[in-house]
């Protein structure tokens, strides 16, 4: 029962994960250049690398996020997303102890340049949410429906898993049986 | 306990419970074999397929790599005739005792704002020789709206057909008649019409606002802004120094303020 409510959580972790790099993937996508510029705002990587991180975290995001939904080799996937959250929790929190204004001071109407840094803390909040998120599916992989479950089904702790607890179960009550008839020697 | 309840037993039978005992134990051990070949024969085939996944994936974040990267502008990024060499357009006596430079986006408000703020007294100080501006445009909010690349790019095309004088006139012209970043926004036909308005003849600005002739150029520009450090628009030099002022009143006071 308990493992039940952890598959549901697990597939409530994966959706909100792999919807967020969809999302943030798909909105850099049809920017190569905006988002080389964006890598190269947070002045953290040296300037050779910069464009091929700026045009490679589109890719990734989107497949990550793919993975992720689908619940395609989800515990990789997993390991992957919480690397990018943490280097995104990293790149924000330096930014903001620099002192830097990442984001373009023009959103707001009002006669003053809106400060940027005040968007650090929730965005700070949020992937810490996030990375928490993609931890969980490192250490508890299994969820409901992921195409992981229809894949690899022995992988797969029966006790945990619902999909093999009633019709793939048959090496493990053979091994149950053999048990019982053991126990009956003695 | 076993060992009392068999000594009842005769020896035969201890013999047949033996011999049951033993068949039981290798059909077992049998089934419990066949099992293990079960289980390894799919653990492999599930390796196997995990591999696939596995390659799939990076094959996806490569080929998409290589996509991103050609998406790029094909475009040479060519200045128009009259721009700067740093990608902006300098408007008063280069020998001006101040130079200001302005780093902006026709679709920033902030930047709007700016002009609305300074730009009438911005050109008077031109105009008198005091100081010389570059305004350098970036297709900065290109995320938001393609107006911003084509509008930046109209102004590149206005500068190269028509001059500096009435590519001035274009730029405050957009500035004027900015639209809101939630828009609607102007289309290509409308650049043209405000540049027709500013003074360039129709048929030589609509072909290259219309084929976004320099787009690389534009594109270029905000690569440099970005080479730079500049990160927000508006960013204004004054005599090569960053203003760091948080409110307009500040920059204003450092572009056209007569104090210190």
Known sequence: MVGGVKDWFGLVARLATGGVWIAAGALKLPHPADSVRAVRAYDLLPEAIVPTVGHLLPVVEIVIGLCLVLGVLVRGASVVSALLFLAFIIGISSAWARGLSIECGCFGGGGEIPDAAAAYPGEIVRDVGLLALSLWLVVRPASRLALDNVLFRTAHDPSTDPTTDHITDHEGRCLDGAEEELAQDR | MAQKKSSHRTADEKAAAAAKREARRARTERSRAEAEERRKKAKRKEQLTRFGLIGAVLLLVVGGYFLITNLGSDKPDTAPAGASGDYG?????????????????????????????????????????????????????????????????????????????????????????????????????????????????EADVRPGIEDMTFEGWVNAAGDAASKAGVNSTPTVFVDGEKVEGQTMAEIAEAMVGTGS
């Open chain 2, 89 to 201: 357009m300098v408007v008063g006596d280069a020998d001006a005792p101040k130079s200001i430079v302005i780093y902006e986006d026709f679709l920033c408000p902030f930047c709007g704002q700016l002009e609305q703020t300074v730009g009438d007294q911005l050109d008077a100080a031109v105009e008198a020789g005091e100081v010389n501006v570059e305004y350098r445009p970036l297709p900065f909010l290109e995320r938001i709206s393609d107006y911003s690349p084509e509008a930046a790019n109209a102004f590149a095309v206005v500068l190269d057909e028509s001059g500096p004088e009435v590519a001035k006139a274009f730029h405050d012209l957009l500035f004027d008649n900015q639209p809101s970043e939630q828009g609607p926004f102007p289309s290509k036909d409308d650049l043209v019409d405000l540049a027709v308005e500013a003074g360039a003849t």
